[in-house]
C-alpha cells in the first residue's frame, strides 16, 4: 500500500512538472510572437496561405492561435496569395463557400480566383461579360494563364485577332526573334505548355464542355489549319515536368501558329 501511494505521489508530481513546464513553453513562445512585428505576421501567414496543401484549414487553426495571427488572416495579402486551386474537395462538397472564398480572394487582388470565376461565367453561366472583367482583373494581378485564355478568347474572333496574338505573345514570349526574320514562328515554349494546362484543368475543375470555350467560335469563323506543307514542320521536342512532350515547330506565320494553339487547347479540354 505505501509503495502504491509512493508511485502514486510521484506520478501526480511529474504530471505537475509537465504541465508547469507546458505553461513556461507557451509563455516563452507568446512572448516571442509578440516581438515580431505585425508586418511579419502577416508575412508568415501569407506564406501559409501560399504553400499549404490546405489552405482554408490551416489558416483557420492558425487564425485561433492568437489575436495577431486572426488581425493578419484578415489582411488582403493573405487573400491575395491564398491557393484557392488547391481547395479540391471544398468545390465539390462545399460549392456556395468555395465560390464565396473566389469572390473574397478575388476582390483582394488573387489572379487564380478571378481566373477560376472568369471559367465559370463564361464556361458554365454563358455570361461572358462578367467572365471578361475577372479575366482582366486576373491579368491585371499578373496572370499568365489568364492573359492566354484571353488571348484564345480573342483570337477566334476575327475582328479581335490582332488583339488576341498581342495577348498570347505577351503571355508566351513564344516567338524566336532570329526566324522571324526570315518569316517564321517557332511553338513549343514551355510557358505556353504551363498555361495550357493550368486552363484545361482549372475548367475541368467546373466541368466546362470544350465547346463552352473554344470550337464554336472558331468553326463560325472559319479557322482552319494551314493548307502549306511545311507550315506546322515538327523540328524538335522537349520533355515538360509534368511527364508530357511539347512538340516544337515552325510555321509560316502568328496566325498559324496560335491557329494551331487553339486546336491544342481544344484536345486537352
Not at 509537465?18 to 513556461?24: D, G, S
Not at 463557400?97 to 489572379?111: D, E, I, K, Q, V
Not at 520533355?239 to 511539347?246: H, I, Q, R, T
Amino acid at each position: 500500500m505505501e509503495e502504491s501511494a509512493a508511485a502514486a505521489a510521484i506520478t501526480t508530481k511529474k504530471k505537475r512538472k509537465m504541465k508547469i513546464a507546458k505553461k513556461r513553453g507557451w509563455r516563452r513562445r507568446r512572448q516571442m510572437i509578440d516581438r515580431l512585428p505585425q508586418d511579419v505576421i502577416v508575412e508568415i501567414t501569407a506564406i501559409v496561405a501560399s504553400s499549404s496543401s490546405t489552405p482554408v484549414g490551416d489558416i483557420t487553426r492558425l487564425r485561433s492561435t492568437c489575436k495577431r495571427f486572426y488581425k493578419a488572416s484578415m489582411e488582403d495579402l493573405v487573400g491575395r496569395s491564398m491557393a484557392v486551386e488547391k481547395e479540391d474537395n471544398m468545390c465539390w462538397w462545399h460549392h456556395n463557400t468555395y465560390f464565396s472564398l473566389l469572390r473574397y480572394c478575388a476582390r483582394r487582388g488573387n489572379p487564380q480566383a478571378s481566373l477560376l470565376l472568369a471559367l465559370n461565367e463564361i464556361g458554365r453561366l454563358q455570361r461572358e461579360d462578367v467572365g471578361m472583367r475577372h479575366l482582366e482583373s486576373a491579368v491585371r494581378s499578373g496572370s499568365c494563364a489568364a492573359k492566354y485564355l484571353m488571348g484564345i478568347i480573342f483570337f477566334q474572333r476575327s475582328a479581335n485577332r490582332d488583339r488576341g496574338m498581342t495577348l498570347l505573345n505577351n503571355a508566351a514570349a513564344a516567338v524566336d526573334q532570329s526566324s522571324a526574320t526570315a518569316g517564321t514562328v517557332r511553338s513549343g515554349d514551355p510557358r505556353v505548355a504551363v498555361c495550357r494546362k493550368q486552363v484545361a484543368d482549372a475548367a475541368r475543375k467546373f466541368w466546362i464542355r470544350r465547346q463552352s470555350l473554344i470550337g464554336a467560335a472558331a468553326a463560325e469563323e472559319g479557322l482552319r489549319p494551314c493548307a502549306k506543307a511545311t507550315c506546322g514542320k515538327i523540328t524538335s521536342s522537349s520533355g515538360l515536368d509534368w511527364g508530357e512532350v511539347e512538340e516544337n515547330r515552325e510555321f509560316c506565320s502568328q496566325q498559324c501558329r496560335w491557329n494551331h494553339e487553339i486546336f491544342k487547347l481544344q484536345e486537352r479540354l
